[in-house]
C-alpha cells in the first residue's frame, strides 16, 4: 500500500506522543492500524498471549516509567477482554490510552459478526474521555484528547477506530467549518495550596504530639520531602500498599503498609496517633485509619475529589506532594519531645522481630513468609519488583522490605489475579538492562502466568540483563478467599471452589527454555533464591507452601477476627486441625509482640 491511510495517522501521533511500544493481540478489525505500524517501525508492537495481558502491560508501563501505557485491541471479544486491565488502570489512578478496533461503520446496528456497541461498554472505565472516530480527520484530535484527558486524570480513555475510518486517505491538516485542529501537547505546571491553607495545616500538625504520616502512590516524587517532615514532627511514616515503594523501609521510623494484610506496627501507629497527615494516599482500609474524633487530620493530594474521602479532614491541601511538603516544611516546629518517637521505633523493632518469627515457624513443607523473607537480603539494588494478588500480597506487604528506589507494582484497587508476569514483561520492556522479580500464587499463575510465561521464553534473548524470576507460591489453594471465608463468614474451607489442580510450574519453565527450580523445603529457599538471581535466563521458582499459614490481620483488628477464624475452622474437624494450631501460634505471637 503506497498511499498514506488514515491508520498511519493514529501512527503518528503515538510517535508524537512519544509511544515507545503498545500492547496488544491483532485481529481482522486493526488489521490497518497494524500495517500502518509495521511500516513505521515505531512504536514497538508487544504481541501479548491475550488481550487482558496487553491491558496490564499498558497500566504496568505507566506505572514503571511515569508514561501512558497504550492498549490495541480488535473489535467484539478483543475489546471486552482489555476492560480488567483498564479498570485497573482506573482504580489505581494510572494513564493509559485504549484503541479498539470496531466493524466498518455500514453494517454497524444490524448484528454483524463481532459487533459489540463499544461506548456503552467502555462508558464507565473510560469516564473521563471514550468516542469513535467516524472520520480521518478526527483521529489527530481524538488522540490528543484521549492522552491529554489519560494524563490530567490520571485514568483509562478509550478511541473506537471503525475499520473502514482506519482505510480512508490521510487528509491533510486543514482549517475550515467543522474540523478542529489539535496539537500533541503535554503541559507540565506546578500545583500548590494557598498560602493560608499552609498556615493552617502547619498549625494543626504544630500542635499535634504524636503525629502519623500516611504515604501513598499520590508521593512517589516526594520520597526526600516525606522523611524530611517526619524527622521535622517526630512522626512514625505508615504507607498504603501502593505507596510501599516510595517510603526506604529501613528507616527506624517506617512502621510499613496498613490495612488488612498491613503490619502490627503501622496498627500500633496510626491507633495511638493525635494527628494524622495523608500524602497522596486514598487508601480504602478506612477501620485501620485512627478512629474519627482520635486524630486532627490534614491531607495533601493533586485531585481535589480525594480530599475527605476517607477520613475527617481539618485542613485539605490541593497540591502536588513534593511541592507542597517542601513549602509546608518550614512552617513546621522542631518536636523537642522524642517519646512519640520512641514508641514508634519501638513499635517497628518490635514487628520486625515479630515478622523474622513468623517466617522461620515451621510449616508444611514451607512457610511461604519464609519464602518471601529470604528474598529480601538478596534484592538486587536496580531490580524492579511485580506483585500479583491473593495471599502472596500479604507477604509481600509484611516481608519483603524493599531496597530504596526500588520500584514494585501490583493490581492494588482492583485486586485482579493475574497481573504479576505481564506486570513484569511491561517492567522489563522498559528498562531491559534490570533484574525483574515477579511473586505470584499458583492461581493467578494458572488464570494468566503460564500463559505469558510463552512472552517471557519468546523475548528474554533480546533483554541486556536476562534475568526475570517467577517465583510460585505452589499451595494447590486459593489460601487468600479460603481464609476470608473462614475469616468473614466463618464458613469452613470449601474443597470444590478452593482446591486448584496440582501444576508443574518448575518442570513447565524447563519445558519453554527457561530455568526451573523447585523448592521443598525450607533449607532450600535461601540458595535457590542465590540460584535464581544468578541465573543467565528467566527462572522460574516453584516453592511448595502450606496453605495454613493464617491471613491474620494485624491486632488490635485482628483480635476481633480470631473467634470467626476459629468457627469456620472448628467446621472442618480434623482437617482443620493444622490451621487452628498455626492461628494459635501467630496470635500468640502478636499478643506478645504488642499486647496493647
Known amino acids: 500500500m503506497s498511499e498514506r491511510v488514515a491508520a498511519d495517522l493514529v501512527v503518528e501521533r503515538l510517535q508524537q506522543w512519544g509511544v515507545p511500544r503498545v500492547f496488544g493481540y491483532s485481529g481482522d478489525g486493526i488489521n490497518a492500524l497494524m500495517g500502518a505500524l509495521r511500516r513505521a517501525g515505531e512504536p514497538e508492537f508487544v504481541q501479548a498471549r491475550h488481550e487482558e495481558a496487553a491491558a496490564?502491560?499498558?497500566?504496568?508501563?505507566?506505572?514503571?516509567?511515569?508514561?501512558?501505557?497504550?492498549?490495541?485491541?480488535?473489535?467484539?471479544?478483543?475489546?471486552?477482554?482489555?476492560?480488567?486491565?483498564?479498570?485497573?488502570?482506573?482504580?489505581?489512578?494510572?494513564?493509559?490510552?485504549?484503541?479498539?478496533?470496531?466493524?466498518?461503520?455500514?453494517?454497524?446496528?444490524?448484528?454483524?459478526?463481532?459487533?459489540?456497541?463499544?461506548?456503552?461498554?467502555?462508558?464507565?472505565?473510560?469516564?473521563q474521555f471514550a468516542q469513535e472516530a467516524t472520520t480521518a480527520e478526527q483521529l489527530p484530535m481524538l488522540l490528543d484528547r484521549a492522552f491529554r484527558t489519560a494524563l490530567a486524570t490520571r485514568s483509562p480513555t478509550v478511541v473506537i477506530l471503525p475499520h473502514d475510518v482506519q482505510q480512508e486517505p490521510?487528509?491533510?491538516?486543514?482549517?475550515?467549518?467543522?474540523?478542529?485542529?489539535?496539537?500533541?501537547?503535554?503541559?507540565?505546571?506546578?500545583?500548590?495550596?494557598?498560602?493560608?491553607?499552609?498556615?493552617?495545616?502547619?498549625?494543626?500538625?504544630?500542635?499535634?504530639?504524636?503525629?502519623?504520616?500516611?504515604?501513598?502512590?499520590?508521593?512517589?516524587?516526594?520520597?526526600?520531602?516525606?522523611?524530611d517532615v517526619a524527622e521535622r514532627l517526630g512522626a512514625g511514616v505508615v504507607t498504603s500498599l501502593l505507596g510501599k515503594p516510595y517510603v526506604d523501609e529501613e528507616l527506624p521510623f517506617a512502621a510499613g503498609v496498613l490495612g488488612h494484610l498491613g503490619t502490627a506496627a503501622s496498627g500500633a501507629v496510626l491507633g495511638g496517633c493525635d494527628t494524622l497527615l495523608v500524602v497522596g494516599s486514598n487508601d480504602p482500609w478506612t477501620e485501620y485509619y485512627p478512629a474519627p474524633g482520635q486524630a486532627r487530620a490534614v491531607q495533601i493530594d493533586v485531585d481535589g475529589r480525594h480530599l475527605g474521602d476517607r477520613y475527617p479532614i481539618e485542613v485539605p491541601l490541593l497540591g502536588d506532594a513534593a511541592e507542597t511538603l517542601r513549602a509546608l516544611l518550614p512552617l513546621l516546629d522542631e518536636r523537642p519531645d522524642s517519646s512519640w518517637r520512641s514508641e514508634v521505633k519501638a513499635a517497628v523493632r518490635s514487628w520486625r522481630d515479630l515478622a523474622e518469627k513468623?517466617?522461620?515457624?515451621?510449616?508444611?513443607?514451607?512457610?511461604?513468609?519464609?519464602?518471601?523473607?529470604?528474598?529480601?537480603?538478596?534484592?538486587?539494588?536496580?531490580?524492579?519488583?511485580?506483585?500479583?494478588?491473593?495471599?502472596?500480597?500479604?507477604?509481600?506487604?509484611?516481608?519483603?522490605?524493599?531496597?530504596?528506589?526500588?520500584?514494585?507494582?501490583?493490581?492494588?484497587?482492583?485486586?485482579?489475579?493475574?497481573?504479576?508476569?505481564?506486570?513484569?514483561?511491561?517492567?522489563?520492556?522498559?528498562?531491559?538492562?534490570?533484574?525483574?522479580?515477579?511473586?505470584?500464587?499458583?492461581?493467578?499463575?494458572?488464570?494468566?502466568?503460564?500463559?505469558?510465561?510463552?512472552?517471557?521464553?519468546?523475548?528474554?534473548?533480546?533483554?541486556?540483563?536476562?534475568?526475570?524470576?517467577?517465583?510460585?507460591?505452589?499451595?494447590?489453594?486459593?489460601?487468600e478467599v479460603t481464609w476470608e471465608q473462614r475469616e468473614m463468614e466463618g464458613d469452613p474451607r470449601f474443597d470444590e471452589s478452593q482446591s486448584l489442580p496440582d501444576f508443574p510450574y518448575a518442570g513447565y519453565g524447563e519445558l519453554l527454555?527457561?530455568?526451573?527450580?523447585?523448592?521443598?523445603?525450607?533449607?532450600?529457599?535461601?540458595?535457590?533464591?542465590?540460584?535464581?538471581?544468578?541465573?543467565?535466563?528467566?527462572?522460574?521458582?516453584?516453592?511448595?507452601?502450606?496453605?495454613?499459614?493464617?491471613?491474620?490481620?494485624?491486632?488490635?483488628?485482628?483480635?476481633a477476627k480470631l473467634d470467626s477464624f476459629r468457627a469456620g475452622l472448628a467446621q472442618e474437624g480434623s482437617a482443620g486441625e493444622k490451621a487452628r494450631r498455626l492461628l494459635d501460634t501467630y496470635a500468640g505471637q502478636e499478643e506478645s509482640g504488642f499486647p496493647g
Open 513 to 559: 527454555g527457561l530455568t526451573g527450580i523447585r523448592v521443598t523445603a525450607p533449607d532450600e529457599v535461601g540458595p535457590a533464591w542465590d540460584r535464581a538471581l544468578a541465573a543467565d535466563r528467566p527462572v522460574v521458582l516453584e516453592v511448595l507452601v502450606d496453605p495454613d499459614v493464617p491471613l491474620l490481620p494485624p491486632f488490635p483488628a485482628g483480635r
Open 358 to 479: 513468623r517466617a522461620r515457624t515451621p510449616a508444611d513443607p514451607v512457610n511461604p513468609e519464609l519464602a518471601i523473607a529470604e528474598l529480601s537480603s538478596r534484592l538486587p539494588k536496580n531490580a524492579q519488583v511485580a506483585v500479583d494478588v491473593g495471599s502472596v500480597t500479604y507477604w509481600y506487604a509484611r516481608q519483603l522490605r524493599l531496597p530504596d528506589g526500588v520500584p514494585a507494582h501490583l493490581s492494588s484497587r482492583l485486586a485482579c489475579m493475574g497481573c504479576s508476569v505481564p506486570y513484569g514483561l511491561a517492567a522489563k520492556l522498559a528498562h531491559p538492562d534490570r533484574p525483574v522479580v515477579a511473586l505470584s500464587g499458583d492461581g493467578a499463575m494458572q488464570m494468566l502466568g503460564n500463559a505469558e510465561l510463552v512472552t517471557v521464553a519468546h523475548r528474554w534473548r533480546q533483554w541486556a540483563d536476562p534475568r526475570f524470576v517467577v517465583c510460585v507460591l505452589h499451595n494447590r489453594d486459593l489460601a
Open 170 to 227: 490521510a487528509p491533510e491538516p486543514q482549517q475550515e467549518h467543522g474540523i478542529v485542529v489539535s496539537a500533541p501537547a503535554r503541559p507540565r505546571g506546578r500545583l500548590l495550596p494557598h498560602d493560608d491553607d499552609l498556615r493552617a495545616a502547619a498549625d494543626v500538625l504544630n500542635a499535634g504530639r504524636r503525629v502519623a504520616i500516611v504515604v501513598g502512590q499520590g508521593a512517589r516524587s516526594a520520597r526526600t520531602e516525606v522523611v
Open 56 to 127: 496490564f502491560m499498558a497500566v504496568a508501563h505507566a506505572k514503571y516509567t511515569g508514561g501512558v501505557g497504550v492498549a490495541v485491541s480488535t473489535q467484539g471479544p478483543g475489546a471486552v477482554h482489555l476492560l480488567p486491565g483498564l479498570y485497573d488502570a482506573k482504580l489505581d489512578g494510572v494513564p493509559v490510552v485504549a484503541l479498539m478496533g470496531q466493524q466498518q461503520r455500514s453494517v454497524l446496528g444490524s448484528q454483524y459478526q463481532q459487533e459489540i456497541d463499544l461506548l456503552p461498554l467502555v462508558k464507565d472505565v473510560a469516564a
